[in-house]
């Protein structure tokens, strides 16, 4: 017989542990073999858990999402090529539906260009007349007769309110114009001083001189109508001449 205070004796290996009085334990399972595992069998602790292999998941679906954008990109750019084909296809139609405007010519005036002749001067000659000389014009309306009788030239104004001369010299031309036949117009600032030196002045100043009556405008007058006044320009010396303009073309001139 075994003497009860003997050491216990550690089990031999393959044999289970023998069950204590009043308890009953489940047989540990044996884990399996095979690499990454702890030898199997009774007697061997149990290890850690070894770490799983990494898996490619993440690189695929990083894939995936590339794919995905560059076919939303192909797709946003084909779409906006065929939106721009289209709307150049359809402004192609458009002009073709469209009619062409036909080009029209601007009407001619009616009437053939006016024709001027000087009342003095064997060659008729209308320009760089002297006082006293009547340009004659004539268009479809009817003729009208215009003579500068005179230049007179004033260094202050002609009246108590009226300013000096910024030039220097107020330079008065003495105007008689007369329809002769049909119609005619005239009018103050058809006049136009032309300096020596290409400076050009308007009649402006006769309403400020107070030198003379102004001659009156009128348009459309009859046959037989008739205006006289005078045309003030404000210049530096008497060098040049006074230009008549017709139908916006200069038909005459004077020299003092």
């Known amino acids: 017989p075994g003497n009860p205070w003997t050491a216990p004796q550690p089990p031999v290996p393959g044999t289970p542990y023998p069950q204590m009085p009043g308890a009953s334990y489940p047989a540990a399972p044996v884990p399996p073999g095979g690499p990454g595992y702890p030898p199997g069998g009774p007697g061997y602790p149990l290890?850690?858990?070894?770490?799983?292999?990494?898996?490619?998941?993440?690189?695929?679906?990083?894939?995936?999402?590339?794919?995905?954008?560059?076919?939303?990109?192909?797709?946003?750019?084909?779409?906006?090529?065929?939106?721009?084909?289209?709307?150049?296809?359809a402004a192609d139609e458009l002009d073709n539906?469209?009619?062409?405007?036909?080009?029209?010519?601007?009407?001619?005036?009616?009437?053939?260009?006016?024709?001027?002749s000087a009342s003095a001067g064997a060659d008729g000659e209308t320009f760089n007349m002297e006082p006293g000389d009547t340009l004659v014009l004539s268009d479809d309306e009817g003729t009208i007769e215009i003579t500068?009788?005179?230049?007179t030239t004033a260094t202050k104004g002609c009246r108590p309110y009226a300013p000096k001369p910024g030039k220097g010299l107020y330079l008065i031309a003495h105007v008689t114009a007369t329809v002769t036949k049909g119609k005619g117009s005239i009018n103050p600032f058809y006049f136009e001083w032309v300096?020596?030196?290409?400076?050009?002045?308007?009649?402006?100043?006769?309403?400020?001189?107070?030198?003379?009556?102004?001659?009156?405008?009128?348009?459309?007058?009859?046959?037989?109508?008739?205006?006289?006044?005078?045309?003030?320009?404000?210049?530096?010396?008497?060098?040049?001449?006074?230009?008549?303009?017709?139908?916006f073309e200069t038909a005459g001139s004077w020299r003092p």
């Open 97 to 116: 539906a469209l009619p062409t405007p036909a080009v029209t010519g601007v009407p001619d005036l009616p009437g053939a260009a006016p024709s001027a």
């Open 148 to 151: 500068v009788t005179k230049f």
């Open 195 to 247: 300096a020596a030196d290409g400076t050009t002045v308007n009649g402006l100043a006769s309403a400020l001189s107070g030198c003379g009556d102004t001659l009156n405008s009128g348009s459309n007058l009859r046959a037989g109508s008739k205006r006289t006044g005078t045309v003030v320009f404000d210049v530096a010396n008497k060098n040049g001449a006074l230009e008549y303009q017709h139908r």
């Open 47 to 89: 290890g850690a858990p070894q770490p799983a292999a990494p898996t490619k998941n993440k690189k695929t679906i990083l894939i995936i999402a590339i794919a995905a954008v560059a076919l939303t990109l192909l797709c946003c750019v084909g779409g906006i090529a065929a939106i721009i084909a289209g709307a150049d296809k």
